[in-house]
């Protein structure tokens, strides 16, 4: 069976990562037609207006699936970011960043394995500022009882569906009572309502981070809003090896696009330098992905026949510069190819 997937190399990194992505999962035999479309930085250099073209979002209407390369939104201008343009227009609500310790990359803790559920759609991330007078700025945090409700639901759901145990609802409602009182009090009731076989707590999230780095074993799945699930991505991220093992996705009803947490690493860019895993195992997910959605067991032969070849490189020093080692983008891309089996 022959997937159409969308393609977005992206910015900064970008291209470099899918690159070696592609090639990986070409070479593992996933039978994947890409269809090639821009946004962010690479689209204005196209000459198109808009960070995010119609045409782009079009290919992911009609296909479906997206693999993303991180994007840069110009800094003035007057554009607005186009990771949030993207998710708001596709409806693409739920986040998932799973952070898992990975064989060969040693860090302080061996057995992290949490899964952050974001929210993608509102909170500070609406873009609502204002002007009150000069030096008086407002930022407004919008939170709706549908889009709390609906990212509940998906984290009960996707912690049910993993045979997970626990959902943690990061949240600081002792400040914001009415915005993250709302958060918190969806989640508590759909718990009540459909999933009161998992268990269930309440944190505030300033403490919680603190809990996390002390002992991540104490979190199973992490539920926040919008900007507190963007920073607690990378918080544990930091926590199995940084943003070069870090892969994610965003999904909505009807699409899903998968993208790295990592953004476009304009310091190492163009320099074989960056570590192409985050996305690699972003591209995991998603052959995962169309295993389940679109009944085709061979993608997940396929993804497991990567993760092993992977694993296999990282517990022989085969790294990148990230991870330890010393190979650049392009080697470590044919290192994996080569433990293919
Ligand atoms: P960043 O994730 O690009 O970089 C942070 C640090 O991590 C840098 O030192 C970078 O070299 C390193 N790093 C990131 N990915 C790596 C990889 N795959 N291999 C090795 N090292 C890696 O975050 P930063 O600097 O805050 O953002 C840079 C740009 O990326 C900004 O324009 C931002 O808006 C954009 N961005 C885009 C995202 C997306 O499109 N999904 C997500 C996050 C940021």
């Known amino acids: ?3 159409t997937i969308v393609l977005i190399p992206g910015d900064g990194i970008g291209p470099e990562v899918t690159e070696a992505t ?38 992911i209407l009609d296909h479906g699936v997206a693999l993303k390369g991180p994007c840069t939104t110009p800094i003035g201008g007057g554009f607005s970011s186009i990771n949030v343009a993207l998710r708001k227009k596709l409806n693409l609500y739920g986040a998932v960043r799973p952070i898992r310790s990975i064989d060969g990359v040693k860090t302080r803790y061996d057995d992290v394995d949490l899964i952050v559920v974001r929210e993608n759609t509102e909170g500070l991330y609406s873009g609502i500022e204002n ?6 700025i407002t930022s407004l945090k919008v939170a709706t009882e549908d889009a709390c409700r609906r990212i509940a639901i998906f984290g009960f759901e996707y912690c049910r569906s993993r045979g997970r145990r626990k ?13 993250d009182g709302l958060f918190i009090r969806c989640a508590r009731e759909e718990w009540e309502r459909a999933y009161s076989d998992l268990q269930y707590e309440e944190r505030i ?48 009803e009807q699409h899903a696009v998968f993208e790295a947490v990592h953004g476009t690493a304009p310091d190492i860019a163009g320099q074989n330098l960056a570590n192409p895993l985050a996305l690699l195992m972003t591209g995991v997910m998603m052959l995962r ?36 080692g010393s190979l650049g983008t392009r080697e470590f891309a044919d290192a994996i190819i080569k433990q293919l089996r």
């Open 22 to 59: 592609k090639r990986v999962l070409a070479a593992a035999g996933a039978e994947i037609q890409w269809l090639e479309r821009v946004a962010g930085q690479a689209a204005l250099d196209r000459g198109e207006s808009d960070l995010l073209p119609a045409s782009t979002v079009q290919a």
């Open 167 to 179: 959902v943690t609802v990061f949240h600081k409602a002792n400040i914001m009572k009415l915005s």
């Open 205 to 252: 999230i300033d403490a919680a981070c603190m809990a996390i780095v002390q002992d991540p074993s104490q979190f199973d799945v992490i539920l926040c809003e919008n900007l507190y699930g963007d920073v607690i991505s990378d918080l544990c991220a930091g926590l199995v090896g940084g943003l070069g093992v870090t892969p994610g996705a965003n999904f909505g």
């Open 131 to 136: 002007i009150i007078t000069e030096g008086v």
């Open 289 to 324: 992905h169309l295993a389940e959605t679109r009944d085709d067991p061979k993608c997940t032969d396929v993804a497991d026949r990567i993760r092993d070849a992977y694993n296999h490189c990282l517990t022989h020093g085969e790294k990148t510069r990230d991870l330890g």
């Open 1 to 3: 069976m022959s997937h």
